[in-house]
Structures are given as structure tokens and as C-alpha cells.
């Protein structure tokens, strides 16, 4: 069964260090994976998304992602973290239906 | 274009009660969804539809009723309120099924109280 897993529920990193965020999917075939974000009380904001070709792909706001088939993982990353960056994160996977299945989300904190 | 625009953003209503959430795209999207939103769960998938007629179930159905009869328009019904159903309340929609550019836009969420 298609599923998405985030095993951080909740990281904080202090401002200007780096970010990796864990994701981890479960589908039969390559999947097409996103991640979003969400301020406080906000909407969801895609940040980039992988389909197929290059398993680096890079997204608004300076954040990057690695597709790992090897690892069934999909990491976002930022070399340097600013605190308009904390926010909650979603990872989400979609299969040949459209389907969109979510992680349960890590909430970032920065500290100043 | 508008997006995808949610009515209402705020609702409360009785337990046992029932409403319609509203959704609709000006985008020509086939693909639309709806999300719950609970404090550590995540997104959860209620129904989809694939274009107007075609509905399905999502992960988590019950007590949720959908239909689309026209591209535009994918409203949620709830038949009785129940406080487990106290959630924010997401509508998506997307382009279609195919590769390439999926492009999922989401509303910005009603927040549903049931008492």
C-alpha cells in the first residue's frame, strides 16, 4: 500500500546551521513525491517535487531534495536556516492515479 | 484566476448536525480531494474524484459524503456531526493523473468545530 512516513515529529536547529528533514515512501513503483510547507494557520505551499531524470532537485526558498531509490527516501535539505523557516513539512507521495498521500508532518523551530 | 476557494473558513456546528463544505477550482482541474488535518496525524485523504461523475474513497471515508457533478465544484457533506470530526478541512485540486507537471493546489482550509 502507498504510504509516506516522516519519523521526526518535531526538529529545531539554531538559525544559519544546516537542515535535513527525513522522509521515507512506500510504493510498488517510483512515485512522484513533494514536499510542502505550512506557516501557523496558513495553507500548504509546495516547495518542489521530483517526477522522474535528476534525483537532486531543488525548490523555492533555497531548500533541496534527494530522491534515494535505494532508500525509498525523498530528504529535504538547507545549508543554512533562517528563522522565517520554522513551519511545519509535509512530505507527500502520488502514484499513476494522482492519489496524494501525506507524512504525518515535522515541525521545524528555529532558534535565534 | 481565483484557485481553489473553500467556504466557509469557520464553522461550529452541533453534534448530529449536518453541512456542506464548499469547493471549487477555476483552473479546469479534473483531479480534486479533500483533506482532514489533525495535530499529528497529518493529511489524511477523505474522498477523490478523478472528473466530474468519478468519486472515491480516500483513507479516511466515513461519515463523509461527496459528488461532482460539474469540473469545477467538489462539495463534502456531512450527514451527522460528530465531534470526531472537529478538524481543518483542506480541498485540493490538480491537473490531472498523468506524468508531468502534477501541480496540486490546495484551498486555504475551513476549521470545523463540533460541539
Known amino acids: 500500500a502507498q504510504s509516506v512516513t516522516q519519523p521526526d515529529i518535531h526538529i529545531t536547529v539554531s538559525e544559519g546551521a544546516s537542515l535535513e528533514l527525513r522522509c521515507n515512501y512506500s510504493y510498488g513503483a517510483t512515485p512522484y513525491l513533494f514536499w510542502y510547507v505550512q506557516s501557523p494557520g496558513q495553507g500548504l505551499q509546495l516547495l518542489l517535487k521530483?517526477?522522474?531524470?535528476?534525483?537532486l532537485v531543488q525548490g523555492i526558498k533555497g531548500f533541496e531534495a534527494e530522491f534515494k531509490r535505494s532508500q525509498s527516501s525523498f530528504n529535504l535539505r538547507k545549508p543554512s536556516v533562517h528563522w522565517s523557516d520554522a513551519a511545519e513539512y509535509f512530505c507527500?507521495?502520488?502514484?499513476?492515479?494522482?492519489?496524494?498521500?501525506f507524512g504525518q508532518g515535522t515541525t521545524l523551530q528555529v532558534k535565534p | 484566476n481565483a484557485g481553489v476557494t473553500q467556504t466557509p473558513k469557520f464553522q461550529v456546528l452541533k453534534t448530529g448536525q449536518s453541512m456542506t463544505l464548499q469547493c471549487a477550482q477555476d483552473m479546469n482541474h479534473e483531479y480534486m480531494s479533500w483533506y482532514r488535518q489533525d495535530p499529528g496525524m497529518g493529511l489524511r485523504l477523505i474522498h477523490y474524484?478523478?472528473?466530474?461523475?468519478?468519486?472515491d474513497q480516500g483513507e479516511v471515508p466515513n461519515g463523509y459524503n461527496v459528488s461532482r457533478s460539474t469540473t469545477e465544484d467538489f462539495p463534502l457533506r456531512l450527514l451527522s456531526a460528530a465531534p470526531s470530526q472537529t478538524s481543518v478541512y483542506f480541498c485540493a485540486s490538480s491537473l490531472g493523473r498523468g506524468p508531468g507537471d502534477y501541480g496540486y493546489t490546495f484551498g486555504s482550509g475551513t476549521r470545523l468545530t463540533v460541539v
Open positions: 507527500a507521495s502520488s502514484g499513476n492515479t494522482g492519489k496524494l498521500i
Open positions: 474524484s478523478v472528473g466530474a461523475g468519478i468519486t
Open positions: 521530483y517526477f522522474s531524470g535528476d534525483t
